[in-house]
């Protein structure tokens, strides 16, 4: 393995690279999981983003009508999972697989013409940059403007729980959404808004794989990935920042096995395709022990059904 | 009881469906296991059913049937509805196939990739993929600049291992120097992963990529790279034009004709069909120019040869990872051989997983 420094840049790009999808669906869960609403239908929504992205970008040959649609298109699903769940009072967990299942069916039927149609390069940014300064360059420069958004979008994340009024909106509508109804807080109009935003955030995710990370469409493109955003929430205890290390390190770790194949060291490879789960769940379980800080994270309500007596 | 009832009168109607247009025509059922626009596997079958419908041929198709008893169900309809002979185009189809068959003596049946013909209307068929990868060898060798090859395998089974084999034998034969690297991914489809193991092999040195998975994604990833790399299972040219040497093409349509039109004359009988090169059943897709007018006129001879039988992509000596001969010199490999191969041959890096 050439282990030189403009090695590791160029891998380190590549891992934030493939990290991105993850990244961006599970800060979208999260929102809607501190408004405790429960929604398993991430996978469903990231591949209806996907085949929305591919076939606008197809039919407008424009990419920002394909991201934004795809966004949309997430919006829209997850409406259907909203009005199901805050209006309708239907179980979570049930209508989030049900979503799940509907969005591969639908994108598979939706998909049926956009088969074998090459994808559009998708406008990276300071390529120039990239080439000339090693290492920092391919880690820095290079890359699509969704993946700097997606690296920015925890931060945001959490400076929007913390520091703003909405934020804490949105936390004690997950926390208590009796006492927060109480306040004269709209807790269903909250929670939509929450659902709504996870959808577009899935959607976006879905998009970043069919328009730019492989620019193409084929069913089932998601391959679980919503699962494993969903998953990250949890064990990264609802903390933004941690849903990015948990993303960077299972993105990293997958990519490293990879690499570990190639180069021809001598470990089952079963246990190399195991391991960006086994270390991701390691690291975030190690990372947050602290109880204290796990109770102040976690949404009391989350996945139970609520509605105000009249 | 009345359960039954309602899926006999169900299957009842679907049956006068089927049987108001058909008359007392030859017809013919295929069972797909994907959607016929996957771009790959299904998508050639389905090319192989065009075929045998511009040949006068009436078909009909059933796609995106899960292995298991759905299958059962679905290829018994097509035997109950008139179907005189039914091609079941996944692995996993074998045990439906042959307890259908059993009660439809009359009804032929085709099954893909299996090897179980348990009663004398069943035939199974396959295609020697590997005499393609002899020749996706000989072109990488002859391309590499860094003697890299970088293979992504799906799973440990002797379909792939085969060609690792073949690729890697006919590389070692015009470049001593080659290596193999290969990548396990563990899935036949999964873009994402396809691509980031094209990348992972790209990174550690390889300038041609090889793949053993359904999508489109490792010729992509190879095309940005500015590396070589081969289509699979159908002609993927457009989707890398720059990066394609050539493509393995499974051309199921020659088959499928001959079979269809043998069952209409009634000269059908049961084989194991194991069809490669020289049938037409393997197919190389268009030659990339940048190979250069010489190298191409040596694999297009090769490719002559290997259909003649001149030469033969396992010719002895060939020997193990630890150098055990398997194949003694003068000899080529056997189908048996073939068939369950499970070792690597010396010069592949890397155990098989178990």
């Known amino acids: 393995m050439t282990l030189d420094i403009s090695f590791i840049g160029i891998l380190i790009g590549s891992i934030m690279a493939s990290s991105v999808p993850l990244i961006l669906a599970a800060s979208g869960e999260l929102i809607t999981e501190r408004s405790g609403v429960l929604n398993l239908g991430v996978e469903g929504m990231m591949i209806i983003g996907a085949i929305s992205g591919f076939a606008l970008m197809v039919i407008t040959d424009n990419l920002f009508i394909a991201i934004v649609g795809s966004m949309l298109s997430g919006v829209i699903i997850s409406l259907i999972f909203g009005f199901l769940t805050q209006s309708l009072l239907t179980n979570h967990v049930a209508t989030g697989l049900a979503l799940t299942i509907f969005g591969i069916g639908l994108s598979a039927m939706l998909g049926k013409n956009f088969v074998g149609i090459p994808g559009k390069e998708f406008p990276i940014l300071f390529s120039s940059l990239r080439e000339s300064i090693p290492f ?4 820095l420069f290079g890359h699509s403007i969704v993946l700097y958004f997606a ?64 620019p193409q469409w084929i069913e089932n493109m998601t391959a679980g990935r919503g699962w494993i955003a969903l998953a990250l929430v949890v064990f990264a205890t609802w903390s933004p920042i941690k849903v990015l290390i948990g993303a960077l390190i299972f993105g ?59 | 009881m009345y359960k039954n009832f309602f899926r006999y009168l169900i299957s ?18 295929f069972v797909y296991v994907g959607p016929t626009g996957d771009h790959g596997w299904t998508f050639q079958h389905h090319e192989g059913r065009n075929a045998v419908e511009a040949a006068g041929i009436k078909t009909t198709f059933v796609e995106s049937v899960p292995e298991g008893a759905d299958a059962e169900r679905v290829i018994r309809q097509l035997a109950q509805s008139g179907h005189d002979l039914i091609f079941t185009t996944s692995f996993g189809y074998m ?8 009660d439809f003596p009359n009804v032929k049946f085709e099954h893909a990739t299996g090897y179980k013909r348990e009663h004398s209307n069943v035939s199974t068929y396959s295609a020697r993929f590997y005499e393609g990868r002899t020749l996706l060898g000989h ?3 002859k391309m590499t600049k860094t003697n890299t090859i970088g293979y992504i395998a799906s799973f440990p089974i002797p379909e792939v291992i085969r060609g690792i084999n073949a690729m890697t034998l006919a590389a070692q034969k015009v470049n001593p120097n080659i290596k193999t690297k290969i990548v396990w991914v563990f899935t036949w489809y999964d873009p994402g992963k396809e691509a980031e193991a094209a990348q992972a092999l790209i990174d550690q040195g390889a300038d041609v990529i090889m793949q053993h998975t359904d999508s489109t994604a490792p010729v992509q990833t190879a095309e940005k790279a500015g590396v070589w790399s081969f289509g699979q299972a159908s002609d993927m040219q457009r989707f890398a034009p720059k990066s394609i040497l050539t493509s393995i093409i499974d051309d199921w349509a020659p088959y499928y004709v001959e079979r269809a039109i043998a069952a209409r004359d009634g000269s059908w009988n049961q084989q194991d069909t ?33 259909a003649s039988g001149k030469v033969h992509s396992f010719t002895g000596p060939i020997y193990d990872q630890k150098g055990n ?28 997983p178990k």
């Open chain 1, 136 to 139: 920092f360059g391919p880690i």
């Open chain 1, 151 to 214: 690296f920015a979008l925890p931060f945001l994340t959490n400076y929007f729980l913390k520091k703003t009024k909405l934020g804490l909106v949105v936390r004690a509508v997950g926390d208590s959404p009796v006492s927060a109804s109480n306040q004269g807080i709209n807790v269903i109009i909250v929670r939509y808004c929450c659902i709504l935003y996870g959808g577009a955030m899935c959607g976006l995710a879905g998009a970043y794989l069919s328009l730019i990370y492989t």
């Open chain 1, 252 to 310: 990293g770790i997958t990519i490293l096995q990879l690499h570990m194949q190639a180069i021809g060291f001598r470990i089952p490879v079963q246990f190399l395709s195991a391991l960006p789960y086994l270390m991701t769940i390691i690291v975030l379980v190690v990372i947050s022990r602290d109880s204290r800080k796990i109770k102040l994270n976690t949404p009391t309500s989350l996945g139970r059904i609520f509605y105000k007596e009249k």
């Open chain 2, 12 to 29: 009842a109607i679907f049956l006068l469906g089927f049987s108001v247009n058909s008359n007392a025509d030859f017809k013919v059922g």
């Open chain 2, 95 to 102: 045990d439906p196939t042959n307890k259908v068959a059993k």
């Open chain 2, 139 to 141: 072109i990488a060798g």
């Open chain 2, 274 to 306: 194991w069809h490669g090169l020289k049938e037409g059943m393997v197919a190389m897709g268009p030659y990339n120019s940048a190979m250069g007018a010489d190298l191409v006129k040596e694999v297009e001879q090769l490719q002559k040869d290997l």
């Open chain 2, 325 to 352: 001969i398997l194949v003694a010199e003068g000899k080529v490999a056997d189908d048996g051989m073939l068939a369950g191969m499970s070792v690597y041959v010396k010069g592949v890096e890397g155990d098989i």
